[in-house]
């Protein structure tokens, strides 16, 4: 988690945006972590107007397709870092 943190905050540096991390540790199968809570409803209330993940499956293991509906409902940019590459979750945990 320490490298996909370093990795967004180093492309939201050298892209000139003020940034702010929101991470939660733990199952992307929980839907009541405390961080996703705060991105919907910072999202849900204008505060958001761009979403830079690492990886598209590391905002929740199910269920990103609701998030990013809500994104373009509320008109918020989406950006994916790695969105080409192949691997998958466990790929990536095996590789840490």
Known sequence: M???????ESYCAVNGWAYE????????LNYRKRGLKALVSRICSGEVGRL??????????FGSE???SLCEYFGVEVI???ASEDSTFE??????
């Open 80 to 82: 994916v870092i790695n």
């Open 21 to 28: 991390v929101i991470s939660d540790i733990g199952s992307g």
């Open 2 to 8: 320490v490298r996909q943190v370093a990795l967004l």
């Open 91 to 96: 790929e990536d945990l095996a590789s840490q």
């Open 66 to 68: 609701l998030v990013l």
């Open 52 to 61: 830079v993940l690492s990886h598209k499956d590391r905002l929740l293991r």
